[in-house]
């Protein structure tokens, strides 16, 4: 449920709407729009006044800084590394083939192809085409961005493509074939919503869609699963669960294991409390784990991860663990679990994944990854121990990603291995046999040897030792006078770790500057207690982490106040604006990317209801601690203030752009100066709906801070 609920929550870094779907945000649909806002106007996000303003705002901010040669360069550096034929063409693996999508100068919304492992192996492989975007595009006269598929096993030859409008979340779902690679004529086809579907067999799916008034949560996410057969229209759909409006989101699933088959549904109440049930004919049994626990399935076993400390049958388990059981006795009322993995002040679990036989963690020692390959027993001795073998470690400052396996039919795994100065490199293996071997190998963008990376930890305000990475020119003077770009997130469980960027390469450390990753409270760098730490009234914390940090800096001489910049997007942003209203005084530039930032309507725009779990309702007494952490609300007037840029997507149909709009015209209302703003009509939550756009953000938001910093 974390991975798929995550990712409506995670901003963007700098490396890399459908409103009839989205809550209705203009002012007369909300009775509790505050009278006393002169900008409630800006909320109506296609309405011809706002976007006049949107426009004159854009040309304002394009003539200041996209009007020049510098952004030519910076924009066209990092589209090349974003166009780059040389970058890895990341695969999944469905069956015989491995399965790619692939964007580049010739295919700006991308190509879907394939291929098989012998061909993946050649330096430039021989890809079978299926779907082509853009080709798509010019003949139905559309901008489809691709936003996925799900793919009906074993065969593999029915998919379920999602295809949004503009980059947002909402999605038109159409049935594709791949032996014909065209959609099917009368397949399963959904309007553009936010939907969830999932095959059941070739002629069953289970959906969550907008089925009319009523059938969608408070947070604009699916509220109804049914069954759907083919040849009957939507509406004669089955029922199968009916959450409630406060739920966050309800979904069905059918697991197509060979010999496992089963069929789940999951009811999100919030981001961090879910139900799982094991649908058993026209009965649901519920997997009785806490409900701040997530739950999953694979053959034999459940596998439980705890949020929170859970004591049963007489055993404690501690918060960040992972517990194995045998699902069959534990739905019979069984409570006996393995500990494959306990947490220490140092080392938290970041993921997991399953081969056929065994189970590979991603671990985390102070926010650097390693592995370990866990091989359960037999099931004719269900209760012998788990063995345990660590894989070959990366390289020091760096982080490892499980990129695919096939749980379903081998061993095999893909490893991503990358780290700030060093190009991805992309590692096949099978558990058991020899090491894993290096299959592709990202080019580099910039010279890494120019530069060092080091990690620092900073006593917070409360005491708390805080991490953060920093990238700088080797033999650097500590003076004070190095343009510096702090960036953050701090939310939803994220951990921030090391990770190559070629556009930040080229884009700001070959400029000179130096670039820092704070690993502040919010984040999941230390497990589940990071991630509380900064919960709700304690949301504070992060952003006395991340100004610990600057000052860190300032002190350590790496830079000063004047030459500081921040940058962060979505939660991101917010931490964003809290620096602009709390601690101005650390900064010399910010870069404020899809921001929340008027948290007393957070919960009526967009998405926001689905984020109450992270910040608290503002319409209840939560109001009295949430208050504190609002920007609009609390920036004014006589502040002083750094220069700022707010930058957002009409088409952001999560966190929307009405805010970053809000906080821009309140702040030069106000009379404040260097205040700017720009909106681009596509790409969503990435604020970019193809390469292009998102290098034209991107380049614009590194020439401004370093226009400010110097």
């Known amino acids: 449920m974390k991975a798929v609920w995550l990712t409506l929550a995670l901003g963007v870094t700098l490396a890399g709407m459908n409103d009839s779907h989205a809550r209705d945000t203009t002012p007369a649909a909300t009775a509790t729009a505050a009278s006393d806002d002169p900008f409630l106007w800006l909320e109506d996000i296609h309405g011809e006044r706002a976007l006049d303003w949107v426009k004159q705002q854009n040309a304002t901010t394009a003539k200041q800084f996209v009007d020049n040669a510098e952004f030519a360069h910076t924009r066209d550096g990092i ?88 980059g947002g979340d909402a999605v038109a779902v159409r049935e594709f074939s791949i032996p014909h690679k065209a959609f099917v004529k009368g397949g399963f086809v959904l309007p553009v919503a936010k939907s969830e579907v999932d095959w059941i067999d070739e002629d069953t799916l289970y959906v969550g869609t907008d089925f009319g008034p009523g059938s969608m949560t408070e947070s604009s996410y699916p509220r109804i699963a049914k069954e759907w057969k083919r040849g009957t229209p939507l509406a004669a759909a089955t029922t199968v669960y ?83 059981a045998q699902f069959g006795s534990f739905m019979a009322g069984k409570r006996h679990f393995t500990v494959l993995f306990k947490p220490d002040a140092h080392t938290s679990l970041d993921s997991y994944a399953w081969t056929k036989n065994h189970l590979i963690l991603n671990l985390m020692d102070d926010v650097k990854s390693r592995l370990e390959v866990l091989s359960p027993p037999q099931m004719a001795t269900p209760d012998g121990d788990w063995k345990r073998v660590a894989m070959p470690g990366a390289p020091a400052m760096s982080t490892i990603n499980v990129v695919d396996t096939d749980p379903d039919h081998s061993d095999e795994y893909w490893l991503d291995v990358t780290g700030f100065l060093a190009p991805s490199s992309l590692e096949h293996g099978v558990v058991g046999d020899a090491a894993a071997e290096t299959i592709k190998q990202a080019p580099a963008f910039f010279d890494a040897a120019k530069f060092a990376v080091s990690q620092y930890f900073v006593q917070s305000k409360d005491g708390t030792r805080v991490p953060y990475f920093e990238i700088a020119p080797k033999g ?124 007393k309507r957070y919960i009526h725009l967009s998405a926001g209801a689905s984020w109450m779990a992270e910040y608290g309702n503002p319409d209840t007494a939560d109001w009295g601690f949430i208050k504190t952490f609002s920007p609009y609300q609390n920036v004014r007037k006589d502040g002083h203030y750094p220069p700022v840029l707010f930058y957002t997507a009409t088409s952001d149909d999560r966190v929307g752009p009405v805010q970053a709009r809000k906080m821009a015209a309140k702040m030069q209302a106000q009379g404040h100066r260097n205040v700017w703003f720009y909106e681009n009509l596509e790409g969503g939550h990435g604020a970019g709906a193809d390469n292009q756009q998102s290098a034209h953000m991107h380049a614009m938001a590194y020439d401004f801070l370093w226009d400010q910093l110097k």
């Open 79 to 166: 589209l090349e590394v974003l166009d780059s034929e040389a970058r890895i063409p990341y695969v999944n693996r469905m069956g015989d083939h491995l399965y790619n999508f692939w964007r580049d100068k010739a295919h700006p919304r991308g190509i879907w192809r394939r291929t098989t492992l012998a061909e993946y192996r050649k330096a430039e492989p021989a890809w079978e085409l299926l779907l082509d975007v853009d080709a798509l595009n010019q003949t139905e006269g559309r901008r489809w961005v691709f936003k996925g598929v799900r793919c009906l096993k074993p065969a593999y030859e029915r998919c379920l493509v999602s295809l949004s409008p503009d």
């Open 242 to 324: 009916e959450g409630k409006p406060s739920d966050l989101a309800v979904s069905a699933h059918h697991d197509r294991t060979p010999g496992y088959e089963r069929d789940f549904v999951s009811v999100a109440r919030d981001f961090y409390h879910s139900d799982l049930y094991q649908r058993l004919g026209d009965k649901l049994a519920r997997v009785e784990v806490p409900a701040d626990a997530e739950a999953e399935a694979h053959r034999d076993w459940l596998l439980v991860r705890t949020r929170s400390p859970w004591t049963v049958d007489g055993s404690s388990y501690p918060a960040g663990a992972l517990l194995a």
């Open 476 to 599: 650097i003077k500590l003076d004070g006078s190095n343009r510096t770009l702090l960036y953050g997130y701090g939310g939803f469980e994220v951990s921030l770790q090391p990770q190559y960027s070629g556009s930040v390469g080229r884009a700001w450390l070959e400029r000179g500057g130096v670039y820092v990753i704070a690993n502040i409270r919010g984040g999941g760098e230390y497990g589940p207690q990071w991630h509380q730490a900064a919960l709700k009234a304690n949301r504070p914390r992060a952003y006395e982490d991340f100004a610990a940090v600057a000052e860190d800096l300032v002190k350590r001489g790496v830079t000063s106040a004047r030459h500081l910049g921040a940058e962060g997007g979505s939660n991101g942003g917010l931490l964003m604006g809290n620096m602009l209203t709390m601690y101005p005084q650390l900064f010399g530039a910010i870069a404020c990317e899809v921001p929340l930032l008027d948290m």
